[in-house]
């Protein structure tokens, strides 16, 4: 089950066109949507991976990730570590 937020979505619930929204978000936080919910996502990740509550091949999905590689991709960029560097700290 996929429990991420889409943009799509939150443009809906907020009755404005998608490019309505993305120009009023990023007016407000100076900073794209997506790239804000990414973070938001994977800074989730980390912590679940601190906690060892949850592990990489478990909760990609649920982060709105398509595939694993992708995932761990977006995290080491994100952090400078893969999962399993910060899981095993």
Known sequence: MCTY???????????????????????????????????????????????????PSEMYLELGYKNLSNFRAAFKNEFGLTPREVDAR
């Open 5 to 55: 937020l889409k943009i799509e979505g939150i443009a809906f619930l907020c009755k404005m066109s998608l490019s309505t929204f993305k120009k009023c978000f990023i007016k407000e936080y100076n900073e794209n949507p997506n790239k804000f919910l990414q973070k938001k996502r994977l800074a989730k990740a980390k912590e679940l991976l601190q906690q060892r509550k949850q592990k």
